[in-house]
Nanobody, 127 residues
Framework: QAQVAESGGGSVETGGSLTLSCVAS?????????MGWFRQAPGKELEGVAI???????DYQDSVKGRFTVSRDNAKNTLYLQMNDLKPEDTANYLC????????????????????WGQGTQVTVSS
């Protein structure tokens, strides 16, 4: 069944690091056009952080380029988000999402195009 579950959030000081994990069901991992990390701060709109398509091409939001890194472990059906040099503005609830259709292509930054979402994991960066 289509499912993703993220974990790894926590509280760190500015400049610290965290690694988030997103475990997908085999159903999801075998069918996705793209998967992505999104985040939402209180009172703010949901925004894309990083997107990876089925070919492994990765796009990052400008504000995290050079600091965040996406990787995949296909044997574990897991997507990771390594976050380094964290800043207070990175504080948000981070969600993993998968686009498995009904379209036949990756929805990229189009939030509404992702059908499967995790519950979220909180990242708090203190100054």
């Amino acid at each position: 069944q289509a499912q993703v579950a993220e974990s790894g959030g926590g509280s760190v000081e500015t400049g610290g690091s965290l690694t988030l994990s997103c475990v997908a069901s085999e159903y999801t991992y075998s069918r996705y056009y793209c998967m992505g990390w999104f985040r939402q701060a209180p009172g703010k709109e949901l925004e894309g952080v990083a997107i990876v398509d089925s070919d492994g091409r990765i796009d990052y939001q400008d504000s995290v380029k050079g600091r965040f890194t996406v990787s995949r472990d296909n044997a574990k059906n897991t997507l990771y988000l390594q976050m380094n040099d964290l800043k207070p503005e990175d504080t948000a609830n981070y969600l993993c999402a998968a686009d498995t259709g009904p379209g036949g292509y990756c929805e990229h930054w189009r939030t509404t195009g992702y059908s499967t979402w995790g519950q979220g994991t909180q990242v708090t960066v203190s100054s």
